[in-house]
């Protein structure tokens, strides 16, 4: 129900429900005067700045520690070490067979075919643990970046309740004076409500995040962290998709892995065409083995073509999605605003108010959880770079 005034009314309407508010605040606490926390001593506060410090965490950080905690990571370590060991003693075993006491093929291929075998072993364990390591970095950056997130979330959804906190005092206060119907009031206390139980939800967010965050990276479930970052960054970036592809196909472990097997079948090849011939059943195998391995090869370069591809594409769309995001919270900004203003002369309802904070609340979250998919976006382009 409205009660509409004419400006020159309202005002000292206005006034009064401030004096109202005002005073009862005064009552509650008669000696309201701010006090200063005690300053610390010269002591405390070298102690305090360690402490500050030991409990900031940066992205670089988070991967850091999860290079040095991962179970995974440190059993790949083991195998890259047994891979060394290995090759070393294949040469070991092999040294006595020397060039001038192989006259076979089958002596060539234990000594050449067997060597090279135990060193692609170890190239692509090696490999192998780069891969693994990236994939920790990854995931390291989406556990760190998905706790900043919620963390701009939670801070968003107290930024609301706020609004509707506000909303409610003015809705009393109207009612009060007589200005504004219960209906204003309880319709206000609704969207406090509402608030309070978004924000419940955002608070419960923050710490599961913060404890898969410390899953990942190896520390203490209960550890708190001052993330480094307040707000998640938009790192535009000027990209060559193509020169991206072919980066990607070059550094890749895969294509890396898959060059070290057609060196492998290429140099069985060579030594069945120097200790026999390749039209034999042996030779003709041992040629679609290398074709196999080119074959298999061209493939891998496809899908790494594809991956950084749509990686590149969702990073565009990302992009897109927060310029358009920023403009729609923009136009909600001002709409609330209005609607308020609105309100405050007598020519709104409480209702109005309140739809107009959750739009604005909305499009405050889409915005933020634009910037959050982007820099994920980020990190899944780098890590199909192989970077």
């Known amino acids: 129900m409205n009660f509409p005034y004419s400006r020159a009314k309202w005002l000292p309407i206005s006034l009064a429900a401030l004096v109202l508010t005002t005073s009862a605040a005064a009552a509650q606490n008669p000696t309201a005067i701010p006090n200063k926390p005690p300053a610390a001593s010269e002591q405390e506060k070298p102690a305090a700045n360690a402490e500050a410090r030991q409990n900031e965490l940066t992205v670089e950080k988070a991967i850091e520690m999860a290079l040095a905690n991962n179970p995974d990571l440190k059993a790949m370590r083991l195998d890259v070490e047994t891979a060394n060991i290995n090759a070393k003693l ?70 609301s309740l706020k609004r509707s906190q506000e909303q409610l005092k003015v809705a009393k206060a109207g009612f009060d004076v007589g200005t504004r119907a219960k ?58 998709l193509d020169q991206a592809i072919a980066q990607a196909q070059e550094r890749r472990v895969e294509v890396q892995q898959k060059e070290e097997e057609i060196n492998v079948a290429e140099l069985n090849v060579e030594l069945i065409e120097k200790y026999t011939y390749l039209g034999t059943y042996q030779g003709q195998m041992s040629k679609r083995e290398v074709e196999k391995a080119k074959i298999q090869l061209e493939k891998t370069k496809q899908d790494i073509a594809v991956e950084v591809s749509q990686a590149y594409f969702n990073l565009e769309s990302a992009l897109t999605a927060i310029h358009a ?13 209005l609607t308020k203003l609105r309100y405050e002369n007598g020519l709104g309802t409480t209702l109005e108010v309140i739809q107009a904070e959750e739009e604005l609340s909305n499009r405050e979250n889409q915005y933020q959880q634009a910037i959050h998919n982007y820099n994920l976006a980020l990190v899944a382009f780098e890590n199909a770079l192989g970077i």
């Open 90 to 159: 294949v040469d070991a075993q092999l040294d006595d067979l020397t060039e001038e006491f192989i006259k076979s093929l089958e002596a060539a291929q234990q000594k050449y075919v067997n060597e090279a075998k135990a060193e692609m072993a170890k190239k692509v364990n090696q490999l192998a643990l780069k891969a693994l390591e990236n994939q920790i970095r990854l995931g390291a950056q989406n556990a760190y970046y998905a706790l900043l997130h919620a963390q701009n979330e939670l801070a968003l959804k107290e930024q």
């Open 325 to 337: 995001y920023e403009k729609a919270k923009a136009s909600a900004e001002e709409n609330y605003r």
């Open 183 to 240: 209906t204003d009031v309880l319709q206000a206390e609704a969207g406090v409500a509402s608030a309070e139980a978004a924000l419940a939800v955002a608070k419960s967010d923050v710490e599961i995040a913060r404890m898969e965050l410390n899953k990942f990276i190896g520390a203490d479930l209960d550890k708190e962290w001052t993330l480094a970052s307040a707000d998640l960054a938009i790192e535009e970036k000027q990209i060559d």
